[in-house]
DNA sequence: TCAAGCTTGATGCAATTGCATCTATCCGCT
DNA sequence: AGCGGATAGATGCAATTGCATCAAGCTTGA
């Protein structure tokens, strides 16, 4: 059984891919810890419940959204409980598990954490690369998410 | 002084990269544990010793290269010692500094890593885009490094 | 019905990371 | 020479993450 190889190109825009990623999410953080704020893993987690509405997501749901494993939805959620951002309902059908709804207050801080992530965002991706750039940066990473996204 | 807001595409190609490079990230990270090998920060720091040739390489140096910080880079040397993949030398002209060097079995070892590596590269980048795309995408991508790289 | 196994979520413990600070050495200046 | 500040690297302590496992509730099938 003989391992592959990457091409020079993958190797490349692989390279690229985990520096960029990595400065981006840096100063992105950094932003967020000079106003105060929490890192981007709420932002996450609230974005979502806050998409979600007054339903709310059971935990397990949230795993694949923000890309964490169990624990680590778990501790989080305990983390923001803890912060009065989110609350835990008991779920009428199933015994084990939660309903975990977004507050006002937590409304209200996922808004202060986008003042400061979309202009993170704009300063890093939007004043880089044109629109139609983007679109086409867009459409290449789409192919190479798991499951692919063809646009 | 307001906050910028960023635009829908620029927003869609974050999210995707967010996602995207974790997903890649963490699907190689699997791989290796599976092969019973380390993880990929230190392939990370044998590549650029092993790239430094015998005259090795200051710690500070490796901060800028792998993206650690000062403390981060200190403690993984530190380990990578522990495990003889890299020695440290004292250095003549400055006596604050060290210089370290990969080892024989650093060698081995990043090699090692290589094989799985790569073979995750090739999975995930290689098979899915072609060649030309994979260029543009390291060149857009090379637009939003800091600094910049225009190709 | 009820044991075996699966799913949901939490948690003890170890390893890693982040932050702040420390020590030691070096450099520039008077 | 010697003081003041900068630089190189390490480290104590707290927070976070990863791993393994647990407890509780559900579901299935004999």
Redesign the interface.
Known sequence: MT?????P??????A????????????TEDALKASGLPPLGWYDVLHELAEAGEGGLRPFELIDRV?LAQYGVSRLLARLEANGLVEKLPVSDDGRGQTVRITPSGRDMRRRIW??Y??S??????D??S?Q??????S???????P??SD
Chains 1, 2 share one sequence.
């Open positions: 391992k592959k190889s990457p091409s190109e993958a190797v490349t825009a692989w690229r891919l985990m520096r960029v990623s990595r400065q981006l999410v840096e100063k890309l003042a400061v979309g202009a965002i704009a300063d890093q991706m939007g880089r690369l629109a750039d983007l679109k086409t940066l867009a290449l990473l789409g192919r190479l998410r798991d692919p996204i």
